[in-house]
Protein backbone atom coordinates (compact mmCIF):
# COMPACT_ATOMS: atom_id res chain seq x y z
CA UNK A 1 0.00 0.00 0.00
CA UNK A 2 1.57 3.14 -1.30
CA UNK A 3 1.32 6.47 0.95
CA UNK A 4 0.78 9.60 -0.86
CA UNK A 5 1.62 13.08 0.07
CA UNK A 6 0.72 16.35 -1.53
CA UNK A 7 2.05 19.27 -1.72
CA UNK A 8 1.63 22.98 -3.20
CA UNK A 9 -1.38 24.05 -2.39
CA UNK A 10 -1.54 27.88 -1.86
CA UNK A 11 -3.44 30.79 -2.62
CA UNK A 12 -3.39 32.35 -6.40
CA UNK A 13 -5.32 34.83 -8.09
CA UNK A 14 -7.70 34.03 -10.97
CA UNK A 15 -5.59 33.61 -14.18
CA UNK A 16 -2.72 32.30 -12.38
CA UNK A 17 -0.63 28.77 -12.33
CA UNK A 18 0.08 26.53 -9.96
CA UNK A 19 1.87 23.38 -9.46
CA UNK A 20 0.88 20.25 -7.35
CA UNK A 21 3.07 17.63 -6.34
CA UNK A 22 2.07 14.04 -5.07
CA UNK A 23 5.05 12.04 -3.91
CA UNK A 24 5.24 8.51 -2.06
CA UNK A 25 8.46 6.77 -0.63
CA UNK A 26 7.05 3.40 -1.81
CA UNK A 27 8.77 2.45 -4.82
CA UNK A 28 5.92 0.94 -6.20
CA UNK A 29 4.09 4.21 -6.78
CA UNK A 30 6.01 4.33 -9.79
CA UNK A 31 4.05 1.24 -11.14
CA UNK A 32 0.50 2.70 -9.78
CA UNK A 33 -2.26 4.52 -10.87
CA UNK A 34 -2.05 7.61 -9.40
CA UNK A 35 -4.91 10.51 -10.23
CA UNK A 36 -6.22 13.74 -8.38
CA UNK A 37 -9.75 14.71 -6.93
CA UNK A 38 -10.64 17.86 -5.54
CA UNK A 39 -13.57 18.89 -3.35
CA UNK A 40 -15.22 21.46 -1.63
CA UNK A 41 -17.95 21.41 1.36
CA UNK A 42 -20.46 22.05 -0.99
CA UNK A 43 -19.42 19.06 -4.13
CA UNK A 44 -18.98 16.01 -3.97
CA UNK A 45 -15.26 14.54 -4.59
CA UNK A 46 -14.44 15.31 -8.24
CA UNK A 47 -12.24 13.38 -10.40
CA UNK A 48 -9.62 15.79 -12.16
CA UNK A 49 -7.00 13.72 -13.86
CA UNK A 50 -5.65 10.79 -14.27
CA UNK A 51 -2.05 8.92 -15.44
CA UNK A 52 -2.47 5.40 -15.42
CA UNK A 53 0.33 2.73 -15.46
CA UNK A 54 1.04 1.10 -17.64
CA UNK A 55 1.92 3.24 -20.21
CA UNK A 56 1.21 6.63 -18.78
CA UNK A 57 -1.74 7.11 -20.61
CA UNK A 58 -3.58 10.40 -19.42
CA UNK A 59 -6.96 11.37 -18.56
CA UNK A 60 -8.72 14.31 -18.30
CA UNK A 61 -12.11 15.57 -16.67
CA UNK A 62 -13.78 17.68 -19.55
CA UNK A 63 -13.48 21.35 -17.60
CA UNK A 64 -9.44 20.89 -17.03
CA UNK A 65 -8.47 19.47 -20.85
CA UNK A 66 -6.00 22.09 -22.51
CA UNK A 67 -4.81 23.96 -18.90
CA UNK A 68 -4.30 21.40 -16.78
CA UNK A 69 -1.42 18.50 -17.13
CA UNK A 70 -0.73 15.19 -15.27
CA UNK A 71 2.82 13.99 -15.14
CA UNK A 72 5.29 11.44 -13.49
CA UNK A 73 9.10 11.87 -12.81
CA UNK A 74 10.12 8.03 -11.74
CA UNK A 75 13.47 9.65 -11.05
CA UNK A 76 11.98 11.65 -7.86
CA UNK A 77 8.78 9.05 -7.55
CA UNK A 78 6.43 12.08 -8.12
CA UNK A 79 3.01 12.45 -10.00
CA UNK A 80 2.64 16.60 -10.51
CA UNK A 81 -0.50 18.01 -11.45
CA UNK A 82 0.38 21.44 -13.62
CA UNK A 83 -2.46 23.81 -13.56
CA UNK A 84 -2.94 26.93 -15.57
CA UNK A 85 -5.65 29.72 -15.92
CA UNK A 86 -7.31 28.52 -12.62
CA UNK A 87 -10.33 30.15 -11.79
CA UNK A 88 -12.33 30.58 -8.24
CA UNK A 89 -14.78 27.44 -9.34
CA UNK A 90 -11.57 25.82 -8.73
CA UNK A 91 -11.06 26.52 -4.92
CA UNK A 92 -10.81 23.21 -3.73
CA UNK A 93 -8.63 20.74 -1.33
CA UNK A 94 -7.04 18.66 -3.86
CA UNK A 95 -6.62 15.15 -3.33
CA UNK A 96 -4.00 12.61 -4.50
CA UNK A 97 -5.19 8.99 -5.10
CA UNK A 98 -2.87 5.68 -6.06
CA UNK A 99 -3.97 2.00 -6.91
CA UNK A 100 -1.41 -0.93 -7.21
CA UNK A 101 -3.87 -2.66 -9.73
CA UNK A 102 -4.39 -1.82 -13.04
CA UNK A 103 -7.73 -0.13 -13.30
CA UNK A 104 -9.54 -2.07 -16.29
CA UNK A 105 -13.15 0.51 -15.53
CA UNK A 106 -14.41 3.31 -13.86
CA UNK A 107 -10.81 5.12 -14.03
CA UNK A 108 -12.28 8.38 -13.06
CA UNK A 109 -13.95 6.97 -10.17
CA UNK A 110 -12.25 7.17 -6.41
CA UNK A 111 -13.43 3.62 -5.16
CA UNK A 112 -10.68 2.68 -7.92
CA UNK A 113 -8.16 4.02 -6.19
CA UNK A 114 -6.91 2.09 -2.38
CA UNK A 115 -4.52 5.11 -1.19
CA UNK A 116 -5.00 8.74 -0.35
CA UNK A 117 -3.36 11.34 0.64
CA UNK A 118 -4.28 13.97 2.89
CA UNK A 119 -5.32 17.00 0.55
CA UNK A 120 -3.56 20.69 0.13
CA UNK A 121 -5.65 23.31 -0.49
CA UNK A 122 -5.80 25.34 -3.43
CA UNK A 123 -8.10 28.95 -3.48
CA UNK A 124 -8.08 30.97 -6.07
CA UNK A 125 -9.21 34.47 -4.87
CA UNK A 126 -8.79 37.89 -6.31
Known amino acids: QVKPVESGGRSVQPGESLRLSCAAS????????VAWFRQTPEKEREFVAT????????YYTDSVKGRFTISRDKAKNTVSLQMNSLNPEETAVYYC???????????????????WGQGTQVTVSS
Open 97 to 115: AASRTVITSGIRRGAAYGS
Open 26 to 33: ESSFSTST
Open 51 to 58: IKWPGDRT
